[in-house]
């Protein structure tokens, strides 16, 4: 027998919880996401170092929940904001510009640890629209994915800059399974 509400509100933790569809899934990664970048934000509060960041992760936080809704929703993500994003992303390349030369092994603090989280989450939420797309459901607007992708990117880049600034060098890292052209 299928998994249901049992139509007492204070066991329902979320309307679409019981659906079948990776659309929920979604949804919730992408709660998960916002929680982390909020998580993040309180991890470098107090740190002059870092007001750049904290300023941008506070405008970046309500963006997720837009990400979260637009394909269920009304879509609230496009194409100015990975313009919005790519300009961080220049800007925070220049910062870190010359000093990643391959693969790495994650470090760092706490607040670094939670952007590595967020860049799995952000995987997460790519492969979940991929899903949905197949599935043929709901529309998966284009801008998402590449939102999400460009998501991941700079929260990559933005654990570079916290331990650079932190004094942190991460220890390269080779594959046996992979060449250096992956």
């Not at 509100?9 to 569809?21: A, D, M």
């Not at 997720?64 to 009304?74: D, E, M, Q, V, Y």
């Not at 949905?132 to 939102?147: M, N």
């Not at 998501?151 to 800059?161: A, G, K, M, S």
Request: net charge negative.
């Amino acid at each position: 027998m299928p998994l249901k509400y049992s139509g007492d509100i204070r066991e329902l933790c979320y309307p679409f919880i019981y659906e079948h569809s990776p659309l929920c899934d979604f949804e919730i990664i992408t709660d998960e996401l916002c929680a982390t970048v909020g998580g993040i934000i309180s991890e470098l509060e107090g740190e002059d170092r870092f007001t750049d960041l904290i300023d941008f992760l506070t405008l970046l936080q309500p963006k997720i929940f837009h990400l979260n809704a637009s394909i269920r929703g009304k879509q609230a993500v496009f194409e100015q904001d990975i313009q919005w994003l790519a300009g961080y992303f220049d800007h925070y390349q220049q910062e870190i510009d010359g000093q990643i030369n391959g693969f790495i092994l994650p470090r760092g603090g706490r607040a670094v640890q939670l952007l590595h989280s967020c860049r799995s989450q952000s995987k997460k939420a790519i492969r979940f629209m991929v899903f949905i797309d197949k599935e043929g459901h709901h529309d998966v607007p284009d801008v998402l994915h590449r939102f999400a992708n460009r998501l991941c990117n700079l929260f990559f880049q933005l654990t570079v800059v916290i331990n650079r600034r932190s004094g942190i060098i991460e220890p390269d890292y080779t594959s046996k399974s992979y060449g250096k052209g992956i």
